[in-house]
């Protein structure tokens, strides 16, 4: 089955049913997504698909033929991920793969309001957020000029 | 493909359906794909009626200025449902099909009086949304049919909606409620027993200016809260009776 992954024609053979997670872990080594509830809960498995955040737990491989998915290592090096290590928004860093795909779906210059919003489905244990969205807002405004690469779909 | 080997579940954004698979608890096995079918992603008027393709995500509703301009109290529904992750992929069909009394539009869709579209290789009809449900999780949905679409009248009046769960985001509801404040008022639960319900004993005591101690005390009657994981049949009848409160001191006529 053909779709787009981080950027790249990709053709992979896999059950239709599989979970979309266990595809790009598994079928196409790609780790960085990370499976936390299995239940849509915690949003440590977040990926894009067509610009949008969607738990990949909770996705059939059947439906991202022909889409574009963006994971973790697509976005490698990028302002977010620079932003999180300077302002410590990961500990334990099993979130952090989700987050950053989450904050990513987000526009310039978010308010305080968004990013609660943007990243509610996003449980993190460690962090108490603050640091999250101190990185998020850090890197966004400095992304205002060269907007980042993906946005959200509309 | 209908009539071979057993039935064929249909399959949406798949945010309740995989939460089963992923539990070991489904068992079907044999799936309708509806994701791809692009006409069910309208929203447009039909006539008086605002016409919701069942594939509308909760974000489609968010977003529609039609949705919000006639129908904010489902926006506001619709927000509140998981995050944004599953606000992108949630379907309102998926919502209405999978009949969780929970389910946060139901309320909603109880309250507007809606009409639920269903079609099948030969046929289409037109259900009352407030006769959909026969039971716990069982709807008058024939094998042979699916839902295409929502057609929700023009509500004249205040809308108003509220869900208490145990925290803001990420909850499914202890109580939900979806009211218009007109001249015959609509009162609609979800969570307070096996199906959505109308609460047309408390809504015949507000129309009839009997006051809302009257209107309460007739809640009570239109209610079968019980106790489960999420909250007891206790805590659910006072927010049940605090939320109809809260909906008339602020919904104004």
Known sequence: ?154 | MLRDDGPLVPLAGATDLYVALNFGTLTATRFLDLWPLEPLRRIEMRGEMLSLGALVTYTGLTRSRLVRQRLPMLVEAARLVGGIQIQNRGTIGGNIANGSPAGDTLPVFAAAEAIVVARSVGAERRIPFVDFYSGYRATVLRPDELIVAIEVPAVHGHQWFRKVGTRAAQAISKVVIAAVRADSPRVALGSVGPVVVRARRAEQALAAGQGIDAAVAALETDIQPIDDVRSTAEYRSVVAANLLRQFWMQATG
């Open chain 1, 1 to 154: 089955m053909q779709f787009t992954l981080n950027g790249r024609e990709v053709d992979v053979e896999a059950h239709p049913m599989r979970r979309l997670l266990d595809v790009l872990r598994e079928d196409c080594t790609l780790t960085g997504t990370k499976e936390g509830c299995g239940e849509g809960e915690c949003g440590a498995c977040t990926v894009l698909v067509d610009g949008q955040a969607v738990v990949s737990c909770l996705v059939p491989f059947a439906q991202v033929e022909g889409r574009d998915v963006r994971t973790i290592e697509g976005v490698d090096a990028h302002a977010l991920q620079r932003a999180f290590m300077d302002h410590v928004g990961a500990q334990c860093g099993i979130c952090t793969p989700g987050m950053i795909m989450a904050a990513m779906a987000l526009g310039p210059d978010p308010t305080r309001t968004q990013m609660q919003e943007a990243l509610a489905g996003n449980l993190c244990r460690c962090t108490g957020y603050e640091a999250i969205f101190r990185a998020i807002s850090a890197a966004k405004r400095a992304s205002r000029k060269t907007p980042l690469g993906v946005e959200a779909a509309t």
